[in-house]
Nanobody, 123 residues
Framework: QVQLVESGGGLVQAGGSLRLSCAASGGTFSSYAMGWFRQAPGKAREFVAG????????YYADSVKGRFTISRENAKNTVYLQMNSLKPEDTAVYYC????????????????WGQGTQVTVSS
């Protein structure tokens, strides 16, 4: 059983940056693909970024390409999401998730989830 804990969320002005972290425990982190998703109030959970177990395959949602960067440090059992040029529409609860093999765009393909961290971008 893998436990995931996100951190790094907060309030930031538009144009600012935040770095989210997701620490994993209880499993073999290096064998999992990791994903970041977000959910704004009244909206469906949406894919943000995904990374394969060794980092060789990376996916981004079109809405964050060029602004967000996903990375991982298997030695630290941690995956990151660097968010730059933040916009008010990036406001959401951000979740990290884990699954076997390669990342997926679909939230229901992930087996393990963190509790989420709030990101609020003011205009």
């Amino acid at each position: 059983q893998v436990q995931l804990v996100e951190s790094g969320g907060g309030l930031v002005q538009a144009g600012g940056s935040l770095r989210l972290s997701c620490a994993a425990s209880g499993g073999t982190f290096s064998s999992y693909a990791m994903g970041w998703f977000r959910q704004a109030p009244g909206k469906a959970r949406e894919f943000v970024a995904g990374i394969s177990w060794r980092g060789g395959t990376i996916y981004y949602a079109d809405s964050v390409k060029g602004r967000f960067t996903i990375s991982r440090e298997n030695a630290k059992n941690t995956v990151y999401l660097q968010m730059n040029s933040l916009k008010p529409e990036d406001t959401a609860v951000y979740y990290c998730a884990a699954r076997d093999n390669i990342p997926s765009y679909s939230w229901n393909q992930y087996n393990y989830w963190g509790q989420g961290t709030q990101v609020t971008v003011s205009s």
